[in-house]
């Protein structure tokens, strides 16, 4: 049996639509289990992540609505899980515990897909005709 079609397809789809690293997934883990609000400089350093990433990674996951955002009484951004991705988070989760290294060799390969296609893209560009240049 291939690696990957032990991932059930519904946690196979979220990680190439939704979930695209692993610090996206380690976001939506530790989510889980921390449903409190939490900043980005709170949760990078729970994390042991660099702010910046973290900070991209959850504004990956809030246009994904995987997490949801709202204001701290000093006006400071706080995030929070969002309700309506508890189910596909719970059944990540599940998968997780018995599938990790099918799981980060998944989201690993999307992201070597990705540059691929976005290096190829990149390389065709080059070489598309333009219109007619004036004067040379």
Request: hydrophobic letters at 45%.
């Amino acid at each position: 049996m291939d690696d990957e079609t032990q991932i059930p397809p519904r946690v196979r789809e979220l990680l190439v639509e939704k979930v695209r690293s692993i610090e996206e997934l380690e976001i939506l883990l530790w989510f889980r289990s921390n449903p409190a609000p939490c900043s980005a400089a709170q949760l990078a350093s729970e994390l042991k992540l660099q702010a910046t990433t973290t900070a991209d990674a959850l504004l990956r996951l809030l246009g994904n609505q995987m997490v949801d955002a709202q204001a701290a009484p000093d006006g400071t951004g706080l995030f929070i899980p969002a309700e309506e991705a508890a189910p596909v988070v719970d059944e990540l989760a599940r998968t997780y515990e018995s599938f990790r290294v099918e799981m980060l060799v998944l989201i690993s390969g999307n992201a070597i897909r990705r540059v691929r296609h976005g290096a190829l893209k990149t390389f065709s560009e080059a070489f598309r005709l333009r219109g007619d240049k004036k004067n040379g």
